[in-house]
């Protein structure tokens, strides 16, 4: 079946412009997750949605950061202003909350910001 | 909130056992050992996971020390394929909302 899906693969935009990241969960999850991976480094918790609704938004690491989900599927990650820090591998996760709890990973946007 | 430590790399010979070990000495009752991996240019994979026994599945074994202090991930039979980063990942298995990653351990399986 489907997995989780994120667009664009690859984005290079400039510092200062704006970036609208996508991910697509698996039908019928319920919680999505997003996170980013700086080169070299583990992956750091960004937002997690359970429905439409962001209950923990703990790792969102400004306010040029934001993200909604619509419908209870798609979600979409914006950074404002894009700095060089930016630039990173977004990825995002979606599970159906349970006693397994296994996360299910996209394969990731990776942003440059030049 | 790195729980745990890994070593930062390994190599394995192709067709033997990977054991990777991973400590996770502050680990509290209510939590779980996780373990992923992360094969380049792709996404976090869930492996395999656990509260105090042992755990088998299609991919691993998890074995977990008795104090639940330290655990060893296993792949019986590693493969070209199975050169990624794998992360031990401690925490609770429902109400937690997301994974702490660390670094974790880089293994190379080797021809």
């Known amino acids: 079946g489907a997995g989780v899906s994120q667009s664009p693969s690859n984005k290079v935009t400039e510092k200062g412009k704006d970036v609208e990241l996508r991910c697509d969960p698996i039908s019928g999850h319920t919680a999505l997750y997003w996170y980013r991976q700086s080169l070299g480094q583990g992956l750091e918790f960004l937002i997690y949605f359970q429905g439409n609704s962001a209950p923990d938004k703990s790792g969102l690491p400004s306010d040029r950061f934001s993200a909604e989900r619509t419908g209870g599927s798609v979600s979409t990650l914006t950074i404002q202003r894009t700095q060089q820090e930016d630039s990173a591998v977004y990825l995002c996760?979606?599970?159906?909350?349970?006693?397994?709890?296994?996360?299910?990973f996209g394969p990731g946007t990776r942003l440059t910001v030049l | 909130d790195a729980k745990t430590t890994q070593p930062p790399s390994m190599d394995c010979a192709e067709g033997r056992a990977a054991n990777l070990p991973c400590n996770h000495s502050t680990i509290s009752g209510n939590e779980y050992v996780y373990w992923y991996r992360q094969i380049h240019s792709q996404g976090p994979q869930y492996i395999i996971h656990g509260l105090k026994n042992n755990e088998t599945n299609e991919m691993a074994s998890l074995i977990i020390t008795e104090d639940r202090k330290s655990s060893t991930l296993i792949l019986p039979h590693a493969t070209l394929r199975d050169t990624a980063v794998y992360y031990c990942?401690?925490?609770?298995?429902?109400?937690?909302?997301?994974?702490?990653f660390g670094t974790g351990t880089r293994l190379t399986v080797i021809p």
């Open positions: 996760a979606s599970n159906e909350r349970g006693l397994r709890d296994e996360q299910f």
């Open positions: 990942i401690v925490r609770v298995s429902t109400g937690a909302n997301n994974l702490f």
